[in-house]
């Protein structure tokens, strides 16, 4: 099942998930809120309080576990962490006059190093370590010197994008790709730019960005280079 939608992002500091979308907070309400339910309905039968007890606390663990696995599936990728870096480099593009045997080297020297690869197709092969990608592009003759390279970083929300496009793009009068500035979604979200010497600069928000299940990355092979 593909990612496409984010509801919770995983806590700065500690492990967990904190909601981020409405689906998000009333997944977490509901969790709150079955337990009290349960209570009430148990008092109002007029159970022993004892049995009271017994039922609102046996439901909470079935509760927590039903939204650790929604946490899963509609969530970042849980790890331990205190505090993040605030910029981080997302991905680099690299052009390439021998695809087939480029291919062949770079399986060669990233698999061996533990990164894995995404997607190999005719256009393009990526590459990921799990937080940075590299992309591996075939070109040829003049294509070479014409493809602009991209520096793109990672940014941990929508809203630091939409901060970095208004105070730094905008106030230094930095000319956007988009003439809107910031464009995306919830899975992608990123403002362009250009550099010196015509080089393609992003600052985006995509937290699915390395993982295989994003719909990105899900998509069909189509090129082997070992044929």
């Known amino acids: 099942m593909k ?15 904190t909601p981020i979308t409405w689906e998000g907070w009333l997944v977490t309400l509901v969790v709150v809120v079955i337990p009290i339910l349960i209570r ?15 039922f609102t606390w046996a439901s909470v663990p079935i509760l927590l576990m039903a939204l650790i696995l929604i946490c899963f599936r509609f969530g970042e990728k849980p790890k331990w962490q205190w505090g993040v870096k605030r910029t981080k480099l997302s991905h ?10 480029s291919i062949r080297f770079y399986d060669l020297i990233l698999l061996s190093l533990g990164w894995e690869k995404l ?7 990526s590459y990921t370590d799990g937080t940075l990608k590299i992309f591996i592009f075939p070109l040829e003759g003049a294509q070479l010197s014409q493809r602009p390279k991209v520096l793109s970083f990672y940014a941990e929300t929508k809203e630091v994008v939409d901060d970095f496009n208004r105070e730094v793009l905008v106030k230094n009068k930095v000319e956007t790709l988009d003439p809107k500035g910031a464009v995306g979604d919830n899975n992608f979200y990123a403002v362009q730019f250009k550099g010196p010497d015509g080089a393609i600069m992003e600052v985006m928000y995509s937290p699915f960005f390395c993982d295989k299940e994003f719909s990105l ?4 092979n189509n090129f082997d280079p070992y044929q």
């Open 3 to 17: 990612k496409n939608k984010l509801w919770f992002r995983r806590k700065t500091y500690g492990w967990g998930w």
């Open 40 to 54: 009430l309905t148990a008092k109002a039968l007029e159970y022993e309080k004892s049995t009271q007890y017994f």
């Open 92 to 101: 680099i593009d690299l052009k390439v006059s021998d695809y087939k045997n």
């Open 119 to 125: 997607v190999s197709r005719n256009d393009y092969t």
């Open 217 to 220: 990355n899900d998509i069909e």
